[in-house]
């Protein structure tokens, strides 16, 4: 089973901060991946209810449908590749073929029909610095951009410290952030 927990951190930045953070770090126009994330949930939004999230990733023209549920420190996430027609079923059948994520999606009590909730594009630069994966992410959905800051972690007390004294060194705010399928969320709500 292909399954990882993630300890990361999260801030929202300006514009401005996420271009002083690209220079900082030397990120240029070559470091920068696009990425799209299509979100899926019931119609009864069962997985937020559950704080999970389920989505699909085409990176470089490869899919990764991920399920991301709550771990006791992090993130669980339960990954599995698909195909551009599992994709295709997938949205339009709101069926998930069987495995790992299927499997995960049925131990949280979920049988039920999923439904393709929309996309987020996402311009990512990362560069790994001494205390950790620092990632910066550009997002597009539903005529909306903001601009990110990911820290990724193996050790939650040593990289709560880390990101702290990085977000000091820059001078820039805390800024809560929630999770991309919140945030695209509560944008198709107000949309809506």
Excluded: C, W
């Amino acid at each position: 089973m292909s399954q990882e927990v993630e300890i990361e951190f999260k801030n929202m930045l300006t514009k401005e901060e996420y271009h002083t953070l690209l220079t900082a770090y030397e990120l240029g126009e070559e470091d920068i991946k696009t990425q799209t994330n299509d979100y899926f949930d019931t119609k009864g939004f069962l997985l937020r209810e559950k704080g999970a999230a389920l989505r699909v990733r085409n990176k470089n023209n490869t899919l990764f449908l991920t399920l991301k549920e709550p771990a006791s420190e992090g993130l669980l996430e339960t990954h599995q590749s698909i195909t551009q027609d599992t994709y295709d079923f997938i949205k339009s059948k709101g069926q998930l073929p069987a495995g790992e994520v299927q499997d995960q999606l049925y131990k949280l009590g979920i049988h039920t029909e999923l439904v393709h909730l929309g996309s987020l594009t996402t311009h990512r630069a990362e560069r790994t610095i001494d205390s950790g994966l620092l990632v910066l992410d550009h997002s597009q959905y539903l005529n909306t951009e903001d601009f990110e800051l990911e820290f990724e972690v193996t050790n939650y007390e040593d990289g709560k410290r880390a990101f702290h004294d990085l977000l000091d060194q820059h001078h820039i705010k805390e800024r809560n952030a929630k999770n991309k399928i919140l945030r695209f969320f509560l944008a198709s709500q107000e949309q809506g």
